[in-house]
């Protein structure tokens, strides 16, 4: 009696296994690689997320400046109110220091330009960097996603492999048990 499975067929199965096994190594690879990615994308999310700490902490640096330099407007427009009034007398007296309070003021007004300036600037920034953040969580979670389907990939072409080597384990056991048989008749 002639066993069930040809060598051709043999060889056919374990050509798939072979095939399948270099499948599932391709998709490691590509999934390792994968991963290479997606950990590459996080540590630029988190860069991005220490750049989005940074600006706001200019932001509220500023703030305190202009929120001081008003402060100091104020103190500085109610000083030369009081010197208007106490030195109406001596117009000598008054003028210079009226020179002085308004130099003072243009002085903060200039200040409190540069810093609005500098405030909407930084604001652009911070905008620029939150998109860029939102960009790369939106790849960061493409890449996962990859990673996912490459892992579930694998994991099914290794299924496959397990099957297919145990038909094959069992192809051959059954062609020892026809063989003892054909031996034994």
Do not use: Y
């Not at 630029?44 to 600006?55: H, P, W």
């Not at 604001?123 to 389907?149: H, M």
């Not at 038909?167 to 054909?182: F, M, N, P, S």
Request: net charge neutral; proline share 1%; with cysteine.
């Amino acid at each position: 009696m002639r066993p069930r499975w040809s060598r051709a067929r043999l060889n056919d199965a374990c050509h798939e296994r072979n095939c399948a096994a270099s499948q599932s190594e391709s998709a490691a690879a590509q999934l390792s690689s994968k991963s290479r990615e997606c950990e590459a994308f996080q540590s630029a999310l988190a860069s991005e997320q220490r750049s989005v700490d940074e600006l706001r902490q200019t932001v509220r640096n500023r703030e305190a400046e202009v929120a001081g330099l008003t402060q100091s407007n104020a103190e500085s427009s109610a000083k030369l109110q009081k010197a208007l009034e106490s030195l109406t007398t001596a117009q000598v007296g008054q003028r210079r220091q009226a020179a002085e309070t308004e130099g003072k003021i243009s002085t903060l007004s200039a200040a409190m330009d540069r810093i609005r300036g500098e405030r909407e600037g930084v604001a652009s920034e911070l905008a620029a960097t939150a998109q860029r953040a939102r960009e790369a969580t939106v790849t960061s979670e493409r890449l996962q996603r990859e990673l996912d389907a490459g892992a579930a990939e694998n994991k099914e072409l290794l299924t496959i492999c397990n099957q297919l080597l145990s038909q094959v384990e069992q192809l051959q056991l059954q062609a020892r048990q026809g063989d003892a048989a054909a031996g034994a008749s």
